[in-house]
């Protein structure tokens, strides 16, 4: 089955910078099959897809971090990562990583990292 496994959050003040990574395990040789994306849920809202890269290294922003973010992957190392820069205090959320087809993800969620903004 596969695993994932975030890191890398914490708190920033606004403007600030922080680099998550997801770790996938159990995935054998699919993980470079795979399109991967980064989503976020907030306090009270849905959990939104706000990244993906997929497994040409095309990749695809949601508005409110174009420009922002940038999301990488490492096939070698089967793991996905999410450079956040100029962060916003809505941009506070649990941060999680997940196989995507479209906006659906395929696995079962990890247990997130969290992302606050906040000075």
């Known amino acids: 089955q596969v695993q994932l496994v975030e890191s890398g959050g914490g708190l920033v003040q606004p403007g600030g910078s922080l680099r998550l990574s997801c770790v996938v395990s159990?995935?054998?040789?699919?993980?470079?099959?795979?399109?991967m994306g980064w989503y976020r849920q907030a306090p009270g809202k849905q959990r939104e897809l706000v990244a993906q890269?997929?497994?040409?290294?095309?990749?695809l922003y949601e508005d409110s971090v174009k420009g922002r973010f940038a999301i990488s992957r490492d096939n070698a190392k089967k793991t996905v990562y999410l450079q956040m820069n100029a962060l916003k205090p809505e941009d506070t959320a649990v941060y999680y990583c997940?196989?995507?087809?479209?906006?659906?993800?395929?696995?079962?969620w990890g247990q997130g990292t969290q992302v606050t903004v906040s000075s």
């Open positions: 997940n196989a995507v087809r479209g906006t659906v993800a395929l696995h079962p």
């Open positions: 159990g995935s054998g040789s699919m993980f470079s099959i795979y399109a």
């Open positions: 890269i997929a497994n040409s290294f095309q990749t």
